[in-house]
Nanobody, 119 residues
């Protein structure tokens, strides 16, 4: 349905900033919500932030005020700007696209990008 490619992860010191990107291709018009999830070692995957087709956003409590999700429709790309990073933000960050195609809902995932917050 949709192909997602993340980029921009890496190593950053506590208090630093990083931006990850997710480029979408394929059945773009079928996407209703795009989001960022993360999974730390030994933990379940959790929602970080998401943005609807209409532009509404919501965030996990743990990242409110520090992370911002945005999108560039012309580039079919969603961004996650992460500021004031903490060691507990260390995880693999996955891009997700949720949509409906030919009446059937779907969820597609990117391959993930590693974000490590450490001094």
């Amino acid at each position: 349905q949709v192909q997602l490619v993340e980029s921009g992860g890496g190593l950053v010191q506590p208090g630093g900033s990083l931006r990850v990107s997710c480029a979408a291709s394929g059945s773009i018009d079928s996407i209703t919500v795009m989001g960022w999830y993360r999974q730390a070692p030994g933990k379940e995957r959790e929602l970080v932030a998401r943005i609807t087709r209409g532009g509404s956003t919501n965030y996990a409590d743990s990242v409110k005020g520090r992370f911002t999700i945005s999108r560039d429709n012309a580039k079919n790309t969603v961004y996650l700007q992460m500021n004031s990073l903490k060691p507990e933000d260390t995880a693999i960050y996955y891009c997700n696209a949720h949509g409906v195609l030919i009446g059937a809902p779907y969820d597609d995932w990117g391959q993930g990008t590693q974000v490590t917050v450490s001094s």
